[in-house]
């Protein structure tokens, strides 16, 4: 079964730092691209961060740029997003994605997400 | 930035008719770039088109999409019950490479 699942999601404070995980099975984990997307509570979908299977190429949501880096253990399957600064308006459900075309980069589709793992930011 | 505008913000219909959803885009848009997405209520998004008018696996030939350029349209042929949800379009282009519209609201009349 082809599956996604997220961890990692805590309660952090404003300024603090959060790393969340995403496990990969069911696929050939370094033939995707992968993503990050992100949804506050009861808004719309905020596309974060993209990374290539290879992990040589990365791109940002100018909302993160500078404050969070996504980055893949292709040996672990795993695929990751390391958020510094952290800001009350980075609370959100965090989901991980993988893009429907192997070897390709760019965003095509999203065809397979995880749960989600939620990120809250307060004091 | 390719800010996406969808339309209308909630769609009121019936089970049985016929569904169109505007994504309209603040630039050009490669069509094979242009997807849209189902999220139903405590559930992740799924994949419905990619490439402006693909469908994708599993899903039933009563959605469609099409458009080029700025203005893209997905279409519900016949409405069933588990259609009603909210629908998202997405683009991958220029700076920042990635956006999503802010979504319709498609719910039952």
């Known amino acids: 079964e082809v599956q996604l699942v997220e961890s990692g999601g805590v309660v952090v404070q404003p300024g603090g730092s959060l790393r969340l995980s995403c496990a990969a099975s069911?696929?050939?984990?370094?033939?995707?691209?992968m993503h990050w997307v992100r949804q506050a509570p009861g808004k719309g979908l905020e596309w974060v961060s993209l990374?290539?299977?290879?992990?040589?190429?990365?791109y940002y949501a100018d909302s993160v740029k500078g404050r969070f880096t996504i980055s893949r253990d292709n040996s672990k399957n795993s695929l990751y997003l390391q958020m510094n600064s952290l800001r009350t308006e980075d609370t959100a459900l965090y989901y991980c994605?993988?893009?429907?075309?192997?070897?390709?980069?760019?965003?095509?589709?999203?065809?397979?997400w995880g749960q989600g793992t939620t990120v809250t930011v307060s004091s | 930035e390719i800010v996406l505008t969808q339309s209308p913000g909630t769609l009121s219909l019936s089970p049985g008719e016929r569904a169109t959803l505007s994504c309209r885009a603040s630039?050009?848009?490669?069509?094979?770039?242009l997807a849209w997405y189902q999220q139903k209520p405590g559930q992740a998004p799924r994949l419905l088109i990619y490439g402006a008018s693909s469908r994708a696996t599993g899903i039933p030939d009563r959605f469609s999409g099409s458009g080029s350029g700025t203005d893209f349209t997905l279409t519900i042929s016949r409405l069933e019950p588990e259609d009603f949800a909210v629908y998202y379009c997405q683009q991958y282009g220029s700076s920042p490479p990635s956006t999503f519209g802010q979504g319709t609201r498609l719910e039952i009349k």
């Open positions: 990374i290539s299977w290879d992990g040589g190429s990365t």
């Open positions: 994605a993988k893009d429907i075309f192997p070897v390709r980069f760019g965003a095509y589709g999203m065809d397979v």
């Open positions: 069911g696929f050939t984990f370094d033939d995707y691209t």
């Open positions: 630039q050009s848009v490669s069509s094979s770039y």
